[in-house]
């Protein structure tokens, strides 16, 4: 891992730039609130990965017409940890509360059927969940069937300018 200060408001906007074609053709809205001063300690590669799977995971898994959107706050403000809560949230087909403990394993896919269209491998948020803990973060979901899904991110916040 090379890790720089990386400026997270920039790495969602390319990534955003990249989804565009994906999203419109199902007509879904993509919007963020990132601040321009938040920036991680981290591999800016890396980090790119884990926000491009959440997202792309987003646009698969919600139906023409719905929303995606990534917030940001700062916890525990001004404290010895201070860490960014990402909220990765979609009003998409969301995952069943049976499903959602083992959402993270490898390979692990919510009905085969119902998702095959998508292609995938069930790999995606394995990965994102390792290069999570790489980055001495967290991750969590909640989610509602027929509502959406969030996926909840928390990774600790750097001052580049310090020091
Ligand atoms: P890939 O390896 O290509 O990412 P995948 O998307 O199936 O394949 P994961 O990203 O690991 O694999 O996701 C695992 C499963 O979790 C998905 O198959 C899907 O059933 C469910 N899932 C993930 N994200 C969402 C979401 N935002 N909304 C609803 N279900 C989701
Ligand atoms: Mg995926």
Redesign the pocket.
Known sequence: LEYAPVQIKDLIDNIYEVLLPAAKKKSIVMTHDIPEHLFIEGDEDRLQQIFM?LL???I???QEGGRVRVDAEIINEGGEEEQIRFTVS?T????PKKDLPR?FERF????KAR?RS?????????IVKHLVELHHGTIRVE?RVGEG?S?ILELPLMHPFEN
């Open positions: 799977n792309s995971n987003a698969s898994y919600t979609d998409g087909i969301g995952i959402i692990y896919r919510v009905d998702s998508s292609g995938g491998t069930g790999l995606g948020l394995s989610s899904s996926f």
